[in-house]
């Protein structure tokens, strides 16, 4: 009977390693991009981070939300398992890259200026002949050198380059729609040039990412969406909402 219960004990620890149980904890990544994600104190709020909650909330599933500058972020959900990095564009770059759970929002992306400045741009091409800042892998760097634009400077991350536009530094930078009537609301001296990409953005997770978990997201995604939670969360950070 000893040698049975050993026997059965030593059978039921090999399948254990050879199928453990799933107890995963989804490791999500983001920058400081205020109202969409952003920290209070050492807390990650913000209009797509109370999504992302909502969501792993809804699907009962352990994460994490950690707030860094955007490169690297978006190589941690490139390289890591179980990472996922938001709020970020689904372009055509992108698609293969990630497996995705979107939209979190649908935006524009437009040129801005510092207000005073004698930029003037009423298309893309115009703009193409001002200096254009942007921040290290963010998505508008690959929509500027895809409408090659010659003079583009490219920064550390959003604030830097938002600083050198206030400083003139730089001629143009791309920026949501949503922050940029924020930006407008808050009192800084900044005017739409042209519109320059829309794009829907989304929770982009690493491509080995497993399907039912990514499945289970995205339909907890659509049912906040359908039962008008996104809307009242964009309401309560101040948010107009795209057509």
């Excluded at 690297?72 to 992108?94: G, I």
């Excluded at 939209?103 to 115009?126: M, Q």
């Amino acid at each position: 009977m000893r040698k049975l219960l050993l026997t059965v004990a030593i059978s039921l620890s090999s399948l254990s390693v050879l199928s453990p149980a799933r107890a995963e904890t989804i490791h999500f990544t983001t920058e400081e991009y205020p109202p969409f994600n952003y920290r209070d104190g050492k807390t990650p709020v913000g209009a797509t981070v109370e999504q992302v909650q909502k969501v792993m909330t809804d699907i009962g599933v352990d994460y994490t939300i950690d707030i860094m500058p955007w490169a690297r972020a978006y190589n941690q959900a490139l390289t890591e398992p179980l990472t996922c990095v938001f709020a970020t564009a689904h372009n055509d770059e992108r698609d293969k890259l990630f497996k995705w759970v979107q939209p979190l929002l649908i935006d524009r992306n437009i040129l801005i200026k510092h207000s005073g400045s004698t930029v003037t741009a009423a298309t893309i091409d115009e703009a193409k002949t001002y200096l254009v800042g942007t921040w290290r892998q963010d998505y508008t760097e690959s929509v500027l050198r895809r409408n090659n634009f010659p003079r583009i400077d490219v920064g550390s991350d959003f604030r830097a380059t938002l600083k050198k536009l206030m400083s003139d530094r730089v001629d143009l930078m791309p920026i949501s729609e949503f922050y940029f009537d924020k930006l407008k609301k808050d009192g800084n001296a900044v005017e739409k040039v042209t519109i320059l990409s829309q794009q829907p953005m989304g929770i982009a997770c690493q491509k080995d990412f497993p399907d039912d978990l990514q499945s289970r997201m995205q339909t907890a995604l659509d049912a906040l969406i359908a039962d008008g939670t996104q809307t009242r969360i964009f309401l309560k950070y101040g948010l107009r909402l795209g057509e």
